[in-house]
């Protein structure tokens, strides 16, 4: 009879189970907490160098608050914008940019449709190998590249070496191999029975490529357009060593060359151009953002 | 159209040998089921028919010409995959002109084709959505629309309704007999699901380890099997295999099951079964319907008692089990009978519809 009386008093836990919404609630709370902290740690830079830009070197030599702009001017980007030289940097970098990510689609997806799709003899081999190729450093190829080119020119007397389309050649090296293997992932995904239903239908393996496997890919196809592009905007090593006339040089180079002059760095039009050059690669995230996450979530081909 | 014929055909994988020379002959307008267990070969040789697997040996005809080394878009053939395999960026519409597309038919007639395909089909709304937004048995709908149109000499389908669930497995498999009705093209359909074999097909081929078991019509296959693989495999619930032996009882023939089980044999099994060695290892063969409660008494009907271990209520029938010499044995008796679980009931067997098989060689006698 006691223990009657006492189930009837009700239970009584000892153990607090919070409920589901808070436990979400203070997730949420702790994930907001870290993306802001990421966020600062990553816009903090940029916003450094957009206040600098609108200084005048007077100003971001004096000692006054540096996250201030007390007289604001453009004339930094005035300057940059009305220089040949600063203009001459971003239309090589803009032609190599998109050369270099033409050549690269053009020979890394039909590589890719072949390695993932007709089955030849070492064709696994094959496109791992196209993968390790990635993973050697530029740093370490650079020299043996360098003496390639000036071999050629003793032999041939084709000179490549001092030409901004010398880049067409080297980019390649970095952006094919990684494409390439971004679109194997990408084709491998794609049902093997789609292929076959469209070899059935008819069509040839460069039709099965062209109407089924490049729209069917094309987030990949995109996430892998957006790659090649920022590495061939963004390489610094290649055309520092590869180029040296100031009529050559892309960018990157280009705005360390001639802005900084012995140790004179004219900090203002540094920073203006580094921001002016990274708003191509901006411009093209934005607006292919969404292709560019669907694509990095892969796999939602299977209709 | 046309028919179509495999000869002699063989295929093997390195060290496996899927198809072990199968001969084939498939008639104009006809129905062909190609029916087996997983790995018994099925898909292959269809795949082989469509000229997605090369041959390794013998030859592939169809309409008389020799196909092995032709390419699958001419050999005018049409696949419906299990998958579907729509192009998932197309609309419906341009999912089923894709191949008339490519062989640059004239704009009207393409329009013409879809839309008498969409019509037969009940897809006419759905022409222009994407598949993404279509059931699973739209899908499917689609995916035979996309062989209709082409008008091609066979269709080749690759377990089309596995995908499907059990209720839209049955609504399709109607669909299907009546699309082939409509266009009467010749067909080969490739299943492992025995009832779809049954329902749809003119002829079924039943396919074992990479051979052919047997070819006939449904009726035939349930009612003479040649093997006890087809035996077993064709029906459900399966047919029930018991060791017997025959016996010479006063100048009768009679069957012993148990030891205390023997049954004479009805005239035309006795005469049929009377040159076979008695020393010989046998097994009978019973199909569950022929198991049922006593009945209106028959010649060749025979009565015996059991316990039953388990009984299914399936509303119909009641199918039960019970235990006869270590064997699991399935019955199908009414539901008025009265069978209970675990309690004895008296059965009735009809021998007249009994099959007597060699237990080593698996043969039907």
């Not at chain 2, 596995?162 to 209720?167: E, H, P």
């Not at chain 2, 449904?218 to 032996?245: D, Q, W």
Request: proline share 6%.
């Amino acid at each position: 009879m006691s223990t009657l009386a006492i189930d009837k008093s009700g239970p009584r836990r000892k153990v607090k189970y919070g409920s589901m919404s808070r436990d979400r609630t203070w997730a949420l709370r702790w994930s907001y907490f870290f993306l802001a902290l990421f966020a600062i740690f990553a816009l903090v830079p940029p916003i450094y160098m957009i206040i600098t830009s609108l200084k005048s070197s007077a100003e971001i030599s004096a000692a006054t608050n540096p996250w201030w702009v007390f007289h604001p001017t453009l004339s930094n980007y005035i300057e940059l914008l009305t220089s040949n030289q600063f203009l001459r940097f971003f239309w090589n970098s803009a032609m190599v940019s998109v050369v270099v990510v033409t050549i690269t689609m053009l020979i890394s997806v039909p590589a890719a449709f072949a390695l993932s799709r007709m089955r030849f003899w070492g064709s696994a081999t094959l496109a791992t190998g196209v993968f390790l190729t990635y993973l050697i450093p530029d740093s370490l190829l650079f020299l043996p590249l360098f003496k390639m080119f000036a071999r050629l020119s003793e032999w041939t007397g084709i000179s490549l070496i001092n030409h901004w389309y010398v880049l067409l050649l080297l980019y390649p090296t970095l952006t094919v191999p990684f494409a390439t293997w971004i679109m194997i992932g990408y084709f491998a995904s794609i049902p093997k029975e789609l292929d076959e239903a469209a070899i059935i239908d008819g069509a040839s393996w460069f039709q099965t490529l062209t109407r089924i496997f490049i729209p069917v890919a094309l987030p990949g196809l995109i996430a892998a357009t957006i790659f090649a592009f920022t590495v061939s905007w963004a390489q610094f090593l290649y055309p520092l060593v590869f180029t040296t006339s100031t009529d050559q040089l892309v960018m990157p180079v280009g705005i360390i060359t001639s802005l900084i002059k012995g140790d004179v760095f004219n900090w203002g039009q540094i920073m203006t151009g580094a921001l002016l050059g990274a708003a191509p690669p901006l411009i093209i995230y934005a607006f292919l953002m969404d292709y560019y996450i669907a694509g990095l979530t892969a796999g939602a081909t299977k209709g | 159209m046309a028919e179509v014929n495999l000869r002699k055909v063989v295929k093997r994988y390195d060290d496996v040998e899927a198809v072990r020379g199968i001969d084939l002959d498939i008639a104009d307008h006809e129905f062909v089921v190609l029916v087996g267990p997983s790995g018994c070969g099925k898909s292959t040789t269809l795949r082989m028919i469509a000229g997605l697997e090369d041959i390794t040996d013998g030859d592939i005809m169809i309409g008389g010409d020799v196909v092995n080394d032709v390419p699958p878009k001419d050999r005018d053939i049409a696949m419906v995959f299990q998958n579907y395999a729509l192009y998932p960026h197309m609309t419906v519409a341009e999912n089923m002109s894709f191949g008339l597309r490519l062989k640059h038919y004239p704009r009207a007639e393409i329009k013409s084709r879809v839309t008498e395909a969409a019509r037969m089909l009940d897809i006419t709304d759905l022409i222009d959505r994407k598949p993404k937004q279509l059931s699973g048995g739209q899908r499917q709908r689609v995916a035979m629309g996309r062989a209709i149109v082409r008008n091609p000499k066979v269709f080749l389908f690759d377990e089309p309704l596995s995908n499907l669930d059990a209720k839209l497995r049955v609504q399709m498999r109607i669909e299907i007999k009546k699309v082939h009705q409509k266009v009467r093209t010749t067909t080969v359909y490739v299943t492992h699901d025995q009832v779809e074999a049954m329902t749809l097909a003119d002829r079924v081929v039943v396919m074992n380890k990479g051979r052919i078991e047997q070819i006939g019509t449904p009726n035939e296959l349930y009612h003479k099997p040649a093997t006890r693989f087809v035996a077993g495999f064709i029906g459900s619930p399966a047919m029930n295999f018991m060791p017997c032996r025959l016996e010479d009882v006063a100048g009768r023939l009679n069957i012993r099951v148990a030891d205390r089980l023997s049954f004479p044999l009805p005239p035309a099994r006795a005469a049929r079964y009377r040159n076979v060695p008695r020393a010989e290892k046998l097994l009978i063969g019973i199909r569950p319907e022929h198991l049922t409660e006593p009945r209106a008494p028959e010649p060749g009907i025979e009565t015996f008692e059991s316990v039953l271990d388990v009984t299914e209520p399936m509303g119909m029938e009641t199918l039960v089990y019970f235990t006869l010499e270590g064997t699991q044995v399935c019955g199908r008796v009414s539901p008025g009978a009265g069978a209970t679980d675990g309690a004895p009931m008296r059965l009735a067997v009809d021998l007249n519809n009994m099959h007597l098989l060699n237990e080593g060689s698996g043969v039907v006698l």
